[in-house]
Nanobody, 128 residues
Framework: QVQLVESGGGLVQPGGSLRLSCAAS????????IGWFRQAPGKEREGVSC????????YYTDSVKGRFTISRDNAKNTVYLQMNSLKPEDTAVYYC?????????????????????WGQGTQVTVSS
């Protein structure tokens, strides 16, 4: 059974850090392009950061550039999102997603509809 499981969310003060993990079971993540998305109440799901299947290309939405870093550990079949200097506007449910690299190994995918597999989400709350 193909499954993605996020972890690492929680409550953090503004300026703090969290590292989200996305662990895969039932398939090997290193073949897939991965995306991290978030959805705040009343808002659409947005792409936060994406990485190509060969890890050579990455994407960050403007609001997180310089603060978030996406990476993968193929040996652990896990993708991470390191989040630093967190702000209250980063509060949301964070999801990881995986998709086959139909456009090649260096391509990343930023839209939710491009992803076939999704985790259940992990809540991140930034508040004092």
């Amino acid at each position: 059974q193909v499954q993605l499981v996020e972890s690492g969310g929680g409550l953090v003060q503004p300026g703090g850090s969290l590292r989200l993990s996305c662990a895969a079971s039932g398939f090997t993540l290193d073949y897939y392009a991965i995306g991290w998305f978030r959805q705040a109440p009343g808002k659409e799901r947005e792409g936060v950061s994406c990485i190509s299947s060969n890890s050579g290309s990455t994407y960050y939405t403007d609001s997180v550039k310089g603060r978030f870093t996406i990476s993968r550990d193929n040996a652990k079949n896990t993708v991470y999102l390191q989040m630093n200097s967190l702000k209250p506007e980063d509060t949301a449910v964070y999801y990881c997603a995986a998709t086959e690299p139909v456009h090649g190994g260096s391509y990343y995918y930023t839209q939710p509809y491009e992803y076939a597999y999704w985790g259940q989400g992990t809540q991140v709350t930034v508040s004092s």
